[in-house]
């Protein structure tokens, strides 16, 4: 079970880049790498996904070293909105077994006027 | 199309007594799995349900217990409750299927305050 290791807190000011890296030593060849936002008191929801690489949608991009052991979520010029927690999330396909999703502590990030 | 419905949204228990909670999944999603959260521990993973069973189980005590209905509606059980259970209970749906991987869909949360 790949445990994720990310920091507990980042403040950026508007207008910014964000990167959010994630630690995953032990990752296994059939995880994925999800990254989910969380807003006080709201269930986390869905930013982005990838395998390998890099991965780009409206919102961030995730980067992904060929070794796989960490991650990098992106967040362009983000905004006072973007403020929340950030949890990267390890896991592979439900392939007949059993599937524990693990979630660590999170990244709060504070964006900052 | 529907998003996860938790309920209810907030309730409030008195130690020793229980409480269920309910999650309606998305429409065609058959895995339901349930989650504590509280400001120390983060999201803890307490159990995984896909059709009617119960598949993973976290490092919670057997006072906590869930089920799941042919039409994939799950509910979770905490029965003689502490203070120690007072968070937020998060439930999330997925297809549960077994090619690629499965982004999970957050319910709301019921906030759960044992006085």
């Known amino acids: 079970l790949a445990k994720t290791t990310q920091p507990i807190s980042m403040d950026s000011y508007e207008g910014q880049e964000v990167n959010i890296t994630c630690s995953h030593n032990?990752?296994?060849?059939?995880?994925?790498i999800t990254w989910y936002q969380q807003f006080p008191s709201q269930g986390p929801r869905f930013i982005i996904q990838?395998?390998?690489t890099k991965v780009t949608n409206e919102v961030a991009s995730l980067f992904i070293p060929a070794d796989r052991k960490s991650s990098t979520l992106s967040l362009p010029r983000v905004s006072l909105s973007d403020t929340a927690v950030y949890y990267c999330?390890?896991?592979?396909?439900?392939?007949?077994?059993?599937?524990?999703?693990?979630f660590g502590i999170g990244t709060k990030l504070q964006v900052i006027p | 199309k529907a998003g996860v419905t938790q309920t209810p949204r907030y309730l409030i228990k008195t130690r020793g007594q229980q409480v269920t909670l309910s999650c309606s999944p998305i429409?065609?999603?058959?895995?339901v799995s349930w989650y504590q959260q509280t400001p120390g521990q983060g999201l803890q993973f307490l159990f995984e349900?896909?059709?009617?069973?119960?598949?993973n189980k976290g490092n919670f005590p057997g006072r906590f217990s869930g089920r799941q209905f042919s039409n994939s509606r799950s509910e979770m059980n905490v029965s003689t409750l502490e203070l120690g259970d007072s968070a937020l209970y998060l439930c999330?749906?997925?297809?549960?299927?077994?090619?690629?991987?499965?982004?999970?869909?957050f319910g709301a949360g019921s906030r759960l305050t044992v006085l």
């Open positions: 999330l390890v896991g592979g396909p439900y392939s007949g077994g059993y599937q524990k999703v693990t």
């Open positions: 032990n990752i296994a060849t059939n995880d994925y």
């Open positions: 349900y896909f059709s009617e069973t119960q598949r």
């Open positions: 999330a749906s997925t297809s549960g299927s077994v090619a690629g991987a499965n982004v999970l869909t």
């Open positions: 429409s065609g999603h058959r895995s």
């Open positions: 990838g395998y390998k």
